[in-house]
């Protein structure tokens, strides 16, 4: 079997990107792909045809292949919920919730359970592109290890090692995770990868010389900085600071509370893109512009944390006051939840049991039970009357006379046994759903930013993702020695 696992000499130097990028050149050299990342950490998630959840690169990396996501991808995915405890999903289900010592006692159970998945993928691709976490230099962490040099090992997988030339010290970075690592990890690098740099690569020919010197390993190339990735869905909440807009900006500005524990962020990049819209998320300690025509409370992996910290920067003060001057609310999953009257975990599902007042901006209760709802759904704006598709991923049931004015029809029904899903008030200035991904589709997204009074751009988002993934895809058949890279494979 053809495969190769592409880690790193740090979080964040854009591993995910590069494997995406990957998966789509072979794919369109007619090559059966499948990506594949044993455990990853992220709160932002993705609905997998066969009913479970993975991270979201994950799926973007299924979409660069062609191909559904499943839960074999990405077998083990922690999605934190606090500093120190995080839920476990494995093969798309959650497990329970673990600090981090008691997690140290799966791994050696989640190995198994990678491995197998791994093998899975393998059966029906030709090859299989595997995405590592963090660093294998981090030695401290090498015991248990299901993230980097434990799988590889364990399935067989030969790794291209990635530094990030843009961060600088890349020529340290290699040369000492050589340095640390020990034989038998060592030896399961076959190359090195130098990743987003900027000018003209020829001034680093004198580099890349020295760390093969240094290192052993052969040279597979260096990308540039692969601009088209920022039409890509990010995986990191790191990524989501931006600059206020200039002074006299006549796009439609809409803000959203950058929360402790925000969750499935992306789902906002459509209107990021939109040339009509300034989008921006808002960090913690800035408070709601009083020009905001549009406040957008996100998705949280835990609600009530997140309604308690909401409060704690004050946020609820500016949102209740920028509604009374009739602004414009929306609440997605966890954030509709916040808007309404009540929201309770008695059995401490997402925390300690508890219950906490929401901002009482729509008429309905929230109680954290029952099973994780997990679907892809389809259906069309009441208001507006456009089509949407999207996703549902969430704990608990919202009712109440609010309800009674929904957002959103849905096809075939909503998970509650309805036929809608989601609130809207009274005077139609604040709503809610539990539906992710409403601005992905440029009809749905134009009508729900038609009440404030700017052209959309047109198109689907998904679109513009997939023509990024193309010129991702030809900037590194251009970049990378990829004959060589296609060899180590074992194709």
Same mark, same amino acid.
């Given at each position: 079997?053809?495969?190769?696992? +592409?880690?790193?000499?740090?979080?964040?130097?854009?591993?995910?990107?590069?494997?995406?990028?990957?998966?789509?050149?072979?794919?369109?050299?007619?090559?059966?792909?499948?990506?594949?990342?044993?455990?990853?950490?992220?709160?932002?998630?993705?609905?997998?045809?066969?009913?479970?959840?993975?991270?979201?690169?994950?799926?973007?990396?299924?979409? =660069?292949?062609?191909?559904?996501?499943?839960?074999?991808?990405?077998?083990?995915?922690?999605?934190?919920?606090?500093?120190?405890?995080?839920?476990?999903?494995?093969?798309?289900?959650?497990?329970?919730? $673990?600090?981090?010592?008691?997690?140290?006692?799966?791994?050696?159970?989640?190995?198994?359970?990678?491995?197998?998945?791994?093998?899975?993928?393998?059966?029906?691709?030709?090859?299989?592109?595997?995405?590592? *976490?963090?660093?294998?230099?981090?030695?401290?962490?090498?015991? !248990?290890?299901?993230?980097?040099?434990?799988?590889?090992?364990?399935?067989?997988?030969?790794?291209?090692?990635?530094?990030?030339?843009?961060? !600088?010290?890349?020529?340290?970075?290699?040369?000492?995770?050589?340095?640390?690592? /020990?034989?038998?990890?060592?030896?399961?690098?076959?190359?090195?990868?130098?990743?987003?740099?900027?000018?003209?690569?020829?001034?680093?020919? /004198?580099?890349?010389?020295?760390?093969?010197?240094? %290192?052993?390993?052969?040279?597979?190339?260096?990308?540039?900085?692969? $601009?088209?990735?920022? %039409?890509?869905? =990010?995986?990191?909440?790191?990524?989501?600071?931006?600059?206020?807009?200039?002074?006299? /900006?006549?796009?439609?500005?809409?803000?959203?509370?950058?929360?402790?524990?925000?969750?499935?962020?992306?789902?906002?990049?459509?209107?990021?893109?939109?040339?009509?819209?300034?989008?921006?998320?808002?960090?913690?300690?800035?408070?709601?512009?009083?020009?905001?025509?549009?406040?957008?409370?996100?998705?949280?992996?835990?609600?009530?944390?997140?309604?308690?910290?909401?409060?704690?920067?004050?946020?609820?003060?500016?949102?209740?006051?920028?509604?009374?001057?009739?602004? #414009?609310?929306?609440?997605?999953?966890?954030? $509709?939840?916040?808007?309404?009257?009540?929201? *309770?975990?008695?059995?401490? +599902?997402?925390?300690?049991?508890?219950?906490?007042?929401?901002?009482?901006?729509?008429?309905?209760?929230?109680?954290?039970?029952?099973?994780?709802?997990?679907?892809?759904?389809?259906?069309?704006?009441?208001? !507006?009357?456009?089509?949407?598709?999207?996703?549902?991923?969430?704990?608990? #049931? %919202?009712?109440?006379?609010? %309800?009674?004015?929904?957002?959103?029809?849905?096809?075939?029904?909503?998970?509650?046994?309805?036929?809608?899903?989601?609130?809207?008030?009274?005077?139609?200035?604040?709503?809610?759903? $539990?539906?992710?991904?409403?601005?992905?589709?440029?009809?749905?997204?134009?009508?729900?930013?038609?009440?404030?009074?700017? *052209?959309?751009?047109?198109?689907?988002?998904?679109?513009?993702?997939?023509?990024?993934?193309?010129? +991702?895809?030809?900037?590194?058949?251009?970049?990378?020695?990829?004959?060589?890279?296609?060899?180590?494979?074992?194709?």
């Amino acid at each position: 079997m053809a495969s190769l696992m +592409i880690q790193g000499c740090g979080s964040d130097v854009g591993k995910s990107t590069l494997v995406a990028g990957l998966c789509r050149l072979f794919a369109n050299r007619g090559l059966i792909v499948r990506p594949f990342k044993p455990q990853n950490m992220s709160n932002n998630a993705a609905v997998t045809a066969d009913g479970g959840e993975i991270g979201r690169a994950q799926a973007l990396q299924a979409l =660069a292949c062609r191909t559904p996501p499943t839960v074999h991808m990405n077998p083990v995915l922690l999605k934190p919920q606090s500093d120190v405890g995080s839920q476990v999903i494995v093969r798309g289900k959650v497990v329970g919730t $673990y600090k981090a010592r008691a997690f140290q006692g799966l791994k050696p159970d989640l190995l198994q359970t990678t491995v197998e998945s791994y093998r899975l993928l393998a059966a029906e691709a030709d090859l299989v592109l595997v995405e590592g *976490a963090g660093s294998p230099a981090e030695t401290n962490l090498r015991a !248990g290890d299901i993230a980097n040099m434990g799988f590889a090992h364990a399935a067989d997988v030969p790794v291209a090692l990635v530094g990030d030339i843009d961060r !600088g010290h890349v020529i340290a970075a290699l040369a000492g995770a050589h340095l640390v690592l /020990d034989a038998a990890d060592r030896d399961r690098i076959k190359g090195f990868i130098i990743n987003k740099f900027r000018g003209d690569p020829s001034l680093f020919d /004198d580099g890349r010389r020295e760390i093969a010197r240094r %290192t052993g390993w052969p040279d597979l190339g260096m990308a540039p900085w692969l $601009y088209p990735a920022r %039409t890509l869905p =990010a995986e990191d909440a790191v990524v989501l600071e931006r600059p206020v807009r200039a002074s006299g /900006d006549q796009r439609a500005r809409i803000v959203a509370p950058m929360l402790s524990r925000i969750a499935n962020f992306d789902e906002f990049d459509p209107l990021r893109a939109d040339p009509a819209v300034d989008f921006a998320f808002l960090p913690p300690g800035t408070p709601v512009p009083g020009d905001a025509d549009l406040v957008i409370l996100p998705g949280t992996k835990a609600t009530l944390a997140d309604l308690a910290f909401l409060r704690a920067q004050g946020w609820d003060i500016d949102i209740l006051a920028h509604a009374r001057r009739g602004g #414009r609310v929306l609440g997605v999953c966890g954030g $509709y939840q916040m808007l309404g009257r009540t929201v *309770a975990d008695p059995q401490g +599902i997402e925390g300690a049991p508890g219950s906490a007042a929401g901002l009482g901006l729509l008429d309905v209760e929230t109680v954290l039970l029952g099973d994780k709802v997990l679907r892809a759904v389809s259906g069309r704006l009441i208001a !507006g009357d456009a089509p949407f598709s999207g996703y549902e991923m969430h704990i608990g #049931r %919202t009712t109440g006379p609010g %309800t009674s004015r929904p957002l959103l029809a849905i096809d075939g029904g909503a998970s509650d046994g309805g036929a809608s899903d989601g609130a809207v008030s009274a005077d139609g200035r604040v709503a809610g759903a $539990y539906v992710h991904g409403l601005f992905e589709r440029g009809e749905a997204r134009a009508a729900l930013l038609a009440p404030l009074g700017v *052209a959309i751009g047109p198109g689907d988002h998904a679109a513009k993702v997939d023509a990024a993934l193309d010129e +991702i895809a030809a900037m590194l058949e251009q970049a990378l020695d990829i004959p060589a890279i296609a060899r180590i494979a074992g194709l």
